[in-house]
């Protein structure tokens, strides 16, 4: 009997200068453990006159995780963070009762050709901690565990896993896991993982069940328990997973919650730029992204 549960194809979602791959959530599957949005940005390749633009927007009752492979984005919040994120390193925004951030370009990578490639990710919040006071969080690339087990690399990028845990914040049981091969060989880690558990083909390709998968799918395990793959040459995969909550959790735009009400007030909060609610940036208060008008009208639904 099968152990893959669904396939979930990247769906293309237009951000700006460039595509982003659109992996979570999905019709069929809105959430894998506590990770309810995994956004695979590029790769692109920006000209001198592009740039990453994501003015200031609000979030609420979730973690935002970044982590790049290529390029560069400088991170702004309400709370007052002014940091540039690098290849490697992990920043971990927990928005709690609301928070507001802006992603750009670098000042002095804004006239030149540069790349950019990564994840956007976010993570939903136990119950009890969704209305808590926002923080930020920046983990160096140095200080990320990795390991070598014969042929394979490990990076455990958030979470925990294997006894070892990534010195990321995170707020509940989870792990972001990422494996390298340098030839092709069988892996079987299931007695390790726990909850739910998808992987993601960045490089090369993956063998399941005499199935071979590449790059631009999500592919998430019926049974984390019976994880067992055959990793192609030079390939990179990521398994992300975890503990499910108990509650559902909602998305409307850029709000993730268990309670719909909350999510209408902060609806309305944005659109009326409520300051006390939704804090300005520092160093970025002249822009901000506007509650779509489809937002603002609509009906909160799963």
Known sequence: MSNIGLIIEEKAADIGNFLVGRLLPFREKRAVGPFVFIDHMGPAALKDFQNLDVPPHPHIGLSTLTYLFEGSIQHKDSLGSDIEIKPGAVNWMTAGKGVVHSERTPEYLRNTEKNLHGFQIWVGL?????????????????????????????????????????????????????????????????????????????????????????????????????????????????????????????????????????????????????????????????????????????????
Not at 140 to 154: A, H, R, T, Y
Not at 175 to 200: P, T
Not at 209 to 224: R, S, Y
């Open 126 to 302: 136990p119950k009890n901690l969704e209305q808590s006071e926002p923080t930020f969080h920046h983990t160096e690339s140095d200080d990320i565990p990795v390991w070598k087990d014969g042929n394979l690399q490990f990076k455990l990028i958030a979470g925990e896993l294997f006894g070892k845990n990534s010195p990321v914040p995170v707020h509940s049981k989870l792990f972001f896991l990422e494996i390298k091969s340098v030839e092709r060989q069988k892996i079987n880690i299931g007695q390790d993982l726990f909850g739910e558990v998808a992987m993601y083909v960045l490089d090369g390709n993956v063998t399941i069940e005499g199935n071979t998968f590449g790059g631009k799918q999500l592919i998430i395990a019926k049974n984390a328990t019976l994880c067992e793959f055959e990793i192609g040459e030079n390939a990179t995969v990521y398994l992300f997973g975890g503990e499910p909550f108990e509650e559902e959790r909602f998305i409307f735009w850029n709000f993730v919650n268990s309670e719909k009400s909350v999510l209408e007030t902060a609806k309305i909060n944005w659109h009326e730029q409520n300051h006390h609610a939704f804090p300005l940036v520092p160093g970025d208060e002249e822009e901000f992204v506007p509650l779509p008008k489809a937002i603002l009208n609509g009906k909160l639904s799963k």
